[in-house]
């Protein structure tokens, strides 16, 4: 089965990565990765399943 792909930068892949395959994402937020950090708080908040 093929899988959707989707563009995006760097950040929100790693981001997505984090958030998916961890229970505790550790990142500092400091320009230029305060996306990643963002992202994963807002799933977070949000209750979207993680593991």
């Known amino acids: 089965m093929a899988r959707a792909k989707q ?3 760097g950040n ?3 981001a997505h ?3 998916a395959y961890t229970e505790v994402a550790g ?3 400091i320009t230029p990765s305060s996306p990643m950090a963002d992202s ?3 799933w977070s908040a ?3 399943k993680n593991i």
């Open 27 to 29: 990142i500092y937020p």
């Open 7 to 9: 563009s995006m930068d």
């Open 17 to 19: 990565v984090a958030y």
């Open 46 to 48: 949000a209750g979207q």
């Open 12 to 14: 929100t892949a790693a």
């Open 40 to 42: 994963v708080d807002q």
